[in-house]
């Protein structure tokens, strides 16, 4: 069982940063595939980014050069430096953990972007 636990949110203006950071309980982080996922009022739940355990990472095109995702392994961390924020980038983001079917969320943590 692996517990994920996501801290970091609030609320900022547009053209802002926030930084983002999901904490992972067990020995195991390390060879887990992290992303983090966002959903909007309203809107299906859509990944954002995601790195695997090599440290190979994707992005949605829509947070393409704005978004970074990291991660470190000895803290069990994985982090999303969120640049240059939009008002559509408000939803709450959730941390996810996979590795085969093994498949682990975060509780989610608030993300509010005003104009």
């Known amino acids: 069982q692996v517990q994920l636990v996501e801290s970091g949110g609030g609320l900022v203006q547009a053209g802002e940063s926030l930084r983002l950071s999901c904490a992972a309980s067990?020995?195991?982080?390390?060879?887990?595939?992290m992303g983090w996922y966002r959903q909007a009022p309203g809107k299906q739940r859509e990944l954002v980014a995601a790195?695997?355990?090599?440290?190979?990472?994707n992005y949605a095109d829509s947070v393409q050069g704005r978004f970074t995702i990291s991660r470190d392994n000895a803290k069990s961390t994985v982090f999303l430096q969120m640049n240059s924020l939009k008002p559509e980038d408000t939803a709450v983001y959730y941390c996810?953990?996979?590795?085969?079917?093994?498949?682990?969320w975060g509780q989610g943590t608030q993300v509010a972007v005003s104009s």
């Open positions: 067990g020995s195991t982080f390390n060879i887990f595939t």
């Open positions: 790195i695997t355990s090599g440290g190979s990472t």
């Open positions: 996810n953990a996979k590795w085969g079917r093994l498949n682990y």
